[in-house]
């Protein structure tokens, strides 16, 4: 293998490059390529498929290609009627036209329909954006509702455990009821998935119309007392804490891979632990009083998971600091209720 194969290996997609320093989109960027605007250490360039190193010198038309901004994150107050994409080809307004001049190039993480109001997160990093996107970081969406019409509660309890509706299967969802006004009803819907349109047909399987939804937060992001059209960036501090060790990839231009939680080779190698089954030995006739006591318990548990409390503690949490705090005192709290 030669030097040029090693070369062509080890660095990034020229488009990729060209899309980190803010210049474009990567699609634009080939465009950009293809039409001979792009010269790499000298070279006019016509295909994309090239991959270039850090010390490459890259000019587009004539123009030395500024070094790419470290990954940010803004959130943004998205008003109602605006459109989460670039270019509408019906002609709406669209997000990125009522942003403010001073801000670089960026992408959404995500997008909120043209009815849908609230938090939505921008950056100027496309590994950044992919890497929030991913189910598999578990990060919880919360959203305020209000509908018309009365909520079937018994199809409430389904959505805790998932359905699927017209073929798409949609993961459990927390639901809070907050109060019935007239004919609307406030409602508070928690989800980690995000589908098309999914908190509009989860209501509407309950038998709700959704007529106004606001994001309220997005992973540990909280749309706060921003008002409606502001952007504010995420300190770099912050979204540190938050990313974790996945920040250094993503600020040297790699995804980092989040693996869907698995059990070990070990548990899973486990066979399931079965109740244990006395062998000759006389059953005692009058039940002792551990197990007059463990009865008792059971009966309790059995009427607790009938009928849920409201306010369940979050499961799932995800495993940023922020969250790894509210864990680590649910389990002090334990300890000293068994003490």
């Known amino acids: 293998m030669n030097d040029k194969t090693n070369q062509a290996i080890k660095g990034d997609r020229i488009a990729k490059v060209l899309a980190r320093s803010g210049l474009s989109s990567r699609r634009e960027a080939e465009t950009i390529i293809q039409a001979g605007r792009v010269t790499v250490n000298g070279k006019t360039i016509n295909s994309p498929a090239l991959n270039v190193l850090p010390s490459d010198r890259i000019t587009v038309d004539g123009k030395e290609l500024a070094q790419p901004d470290p990954p940010r994150l803004w959130r943004y107050y998205k008003p109602r009627g605006l459109v989460t994409t670039e270019r509408d080809p019906q002609g709406r307004a669209t997000i990125f036209s009522k942003l403010p001049d001073n801000l670089p190039r960026v992408l959404s993480v995500g997008r909120l329909d043209i009815n849908t109001e609230g938090l939505l997160l921008l950056t100027n990093d496309g590994g ?45 969802v927390d639901v809070d009821v907050e109060r019935q006004q007239g004919g609307n009803v406030w409602l508070t819907i928690s989800l980690r998935e995000g589908k098309n349109r999914e908190v509009k047909k989860l209501l509407s399987y309950v038998g709700l119309e959704v007529n106004r939804l606001i994001r309220l937060s997005f992973g540990p992001f909280q749309l706060g007392n921003l008002e409606t059209g502001a952007v504010e960036e995420i300190p770099r501090r912050v979204l540190r804490q938050q990313l974790g060790s996945t920040w250094s990839d993503i600020a040297e231009g790699r995804v980092p891979q989040v693996k869907p939680k698995t059990r070990s080779k070990q548990t899973a190698d486990r066979p399931e632990k079965k109740p244990a089954r006395a062998l000759n030995k ?15 318990k059971s009966h309790k548990e059995k009427s607790q998971s009938d009928n849920p409390p409201k306010n369940l503690p979050e499961k799932n949490v995800t495993p940023w600091k922020m969250s790894e705090t509210k864990t680590t005192s649910k389990k002090k709290t334990l300890k000293l209720k068994n003490k």
Not at 287 to 294: E, L, N, Q, R, W
């Open 128 to 172: 950044l954006k992919r890497y929030l996107e991913l189910p598999e970081t578990g990060w919880l969406r919360r959203y305020r509702v209000r509908a018309y019409g009365r909520p079937d509660q018994r199809k409430l309890l389904e959505l805790k455990k998932g359905i699927t509706l017209e073929g798409v299967h949609y993961r459990g």
């Open 282 to 296: 006389p059953v005692s006739k009058s039940p002792s009083k551990s197990d007059t006591t463990f009865k008792a």
